[in-house]
Every structure is written in C-alpha cells, then in structure tokens.
C-alpha cells in the first residue's frame, strides 16, 4: 500500500493540477475562481484570478498557463462543502479559455466560441508537441434540457479553433498516447472512454456515423469517469466518481484495474 499524506487544505473546489518544476503545484479553484499554486510545504498562493469556473489547466510551449473555464456552469450556494450540493446559475452564456503569465498574473481571454457557437462549459486541456492543445466541452444541463459537449483543438495564440467532435454528451478528461498518434477522452454520463487516431497534427480520422472514435471501455455500475492522464507505458489512468478511485486502462487491451 502507497502512503499517501495531505499537502494543502482549504482549496475550494480544486481540479486541473499541474507539476511544476519547482516541486509546486498549480490548481484551480472553482469555487473559487482562481489559479492557485501550492508550495511544497503545503502553503497557497493565488496567482490569477480568473473568474466564471475555472475548470482544468495545462502549461503551453510559452510558459503560460492555460486555462478551461465552464464560464460559472454551476454555483456554490451556503453549505456546499458540507452537504456536496450545487446549484445552477440562473442563465448561463458559455465558458471561455483563457492565458495566465505566470510571471505577473495577466489574465487574457483567447476563445469563448467556435464557428459563433458558445463554448458549453470548457472542462480539461492538454497540449501537443506542436503547441497546440486538445480540450473538452462537457456540456451544460439547467436540469431540463442539455446543451451537448464537444472535442475541440485551438492554438495557443488564439488564431485558430476547431470543434472536431460535436454532440458528445459530457466530455471530461482528455490526453495524448506518448508517441500522439491517438487522442483519449472520457464521457462522464456515458462511463466510456474514447479512442481516435490522429491523422496529422490536431486532427483526428474521420467520424463514422455516431462513433467518434474507437470505444476502449465503458465501467458498469455508477462511476462516472472525470480527469485523466496517460502514463508513459501508454496506459490511461481515470479518475471516477462514486466510487472514488482511479481506473487504469490498458487500452489495447481493454483491462481496467481499480
């Protein structure tokens, strides 16, 4: 059994974490509306404050940091932390993705659309070795009708966005296998994880009727997958919710472990 110990407490609501360099590591705090970077001894400093809902991180080819924000997707009313209920915003416009210069903490806003539609909730990032990045949209529900999620790649100079995937229910974490042949993304509502192969550099092989790629997995029961990275061995490591813990997926294989 791996010992594990608390670092940092009293984040509010943290996702997207990335390892610096340092031995630090940046978070964002959705409740909160930050990008957060925890010391190795466990102190918080705020570097940006970002606004809307701080969804998911990653570090571009520039240093920077790059965040997905679901734009305020859902809001934190009186006793949240306690009870783990949240509510949903009265009207709600689309998230949007921004740029954080890590140096002074400059907040600039790249896309909040593709093609005049709305991002409905950006959620997870990664980058390519050509220094653009994959991200998710995972959709956006005000508990009667749902707005369908997407898979999206953009550059990082905020040039170029293009929605590769549409009508995916809740897209959530998304990476790259290590060679970057093939993209991975996970469906939260669907419990699936996707698989498509990448013809060039930010684009993935046509879709074929409904299937968006190749389906890896789908788990049973009530765990609905969330972030994910993929291990050098190429294998994808999933959170999952419900049941609190991590999957590991080999996926030419199918076997999941928990």
């Known amino acids: 059994m791996i010992a594990m110990a608390v670092l940092a407490r009293d984040l509010w609501f943290p996702e997207g974490p990335v390892a610096l360099a340092d031995g630090s590591v940046l978070v964002v705090e959705i409740a909160r509306q930050t990008l957060t970077q ?40 009186e006793g949240w932390r306690e009870e783990g209920k949240l509510g949903m915003p009265a009207a709600y416009r689309g998230g949007f993705i921004q740029r954080v210069d890590l140096a002074t903490g400059k907040v600039e806003r790249l896309y909040d659309q593709c093609d005049g539609k709305p991002l409905n909730a950006p959620n997870d990032i990664v980058f390519d070795c050509h220094g653009g990045f994959w ?21 990082a100079d905020g040039s170029a966005i293009t929605r590769w995937r549409s009508e995916q229910i ?21 419990q699936r994880l ?20 190749r389906v890896v997995v789908n788990l049973p029961g009530m765990q609905w ?31 999941v472990e928990h």
């Open 170 to 190: 809740s897209p959530n974490g998304i990476g790259l296998s290590p060679d970057e042949k093939t993209l991975y993304w996970v469906d939260s509502i669907l």
């Open 38 to 77: 925890v010391l190795p001894d466990g102190a918080t400093r705020i570097v940006a404050q970002l606004g809307g809902g701080p969804n998911g991180a990653a570090i571009g080819p520039d240093g920077a940091a790059y965040v997905v924000n679901n734009g305020g997707a859902f809001t934190f009313p």
């Open 194 to 213: 996707w698989a498509v192969e990448l013809t060039a550099p930010g684009r993935p092989a046509d879709a074929i009727g409904h299937e968006a790629g």
């Open 135 to 155: 991200f998710t949209c995972f959709g956006w529900t005000d508990g009667e009708d749902r707005r369908l999620g997407g898979i999206y790649y953009a550059r």
């Open 225 to 255: 997958f969330d972030s994910l990275a993929v291990e050098a061995s190429g294998k994808v490591c999933a959170a999952t919710l419900f049941n609190g813990g991590i999957k590991v997926v080999d996926p030419q294989t199918g076997a």
